[in-house]
């Protein structure tokens, strides 16, 4: 037997015993599902770095995260029903449940993955205004400043006082100091620190007077 008649039969079994082994893993691939979805909030806004847990019978299975378009996906699941838990901070805990995934199909969950803002982690800044005679001032504008240890300031948000005299501001828990400056015409700009702590209502009282001349 020629050389060459040798060389071409071995590279024929190669080729064959590389076929056996690659059968088993291609059939596998086609046996598995895949998931895929998109997270949004409120204002259907794209939310990017959600945590997205995959579980099976309470067990977890695997996890991801949300891109800068609020997409996600899991490929190479098992034929069944899954559940997905969704968290990011400042955001409640969102569930989905009785996912169905199929061999060889991708399960799309589409605009149904809303995320709502949790009001337990925010400190909330209430505040009313007055004028010297004790009623309700409309209309002030209410700025929002950050303060710094260095006794730097930073505006945040800005706002006015509404028909009752009433304004808020939503904030982080986290502890830092900020300013509230109230002005309008023909009264004195009156400003008041708070020091925010925790997530809870913060709430103070602003009363302006005449502008001196």
Request: glycine share 8%; proline share 2%.
């Amino acid at each position: 037997m020629k050389f060459n008649q040798i060389n071409k039969r071995y590279s024929a079994l190669i080729l064959f015993a590389l076929f056996l082994l690659l059968v088993p893993v291609a059939v596998q691939a086609q046996s598995k599902g895949s998931i895929k979805g998109k997270v949004r909030d409120e204002n259907r806004d794209k939310l990017q770095g959600v945590t997205i847990t995959l579980f099976k019978d309470d067990k977890e299975i695997t996890s991801t995260t949300t891109d800068k378009n609020g997409e996600f996906r899991f490929d190479g699941i098992d034929e069944g029903v899954y559940r997905m838990t969704f968290r990011k901070p400042g955001l409640k805990l969102g569930t989905f449940s009785n996912i169905k995934v199929k061999s060889g199909k991708e399960t799309e969950l589409v605009d149904r993955l809303i995320l709502e803002k949790d009001d337990s982690t925010f400190a909330f800044i209430r505040g009313s205004v007055f004028g010297p005679d004790d009623r309700s001032v409309q209309g002030a504008k209410i700025e929002l400043f950050r303060v710094f240890s260095d006794g730097s300031t930073k505006k945040l948000k800005e706002s006015h006082s509404g028909e009752d005299g009433q304004f808020v501001f939503r904030l982080s828990g986290d502890a830092a100091k900020y300013r509230v400056v109230v002005k309008i015409s023909g009264a004195e700009t009156t400003s008041k620190d708070v020091d925010v702590d925790g997530a809870e209502i913060y709430r103070i009282a602003v009363t302006l007077q005449p502008k001196k001349n």
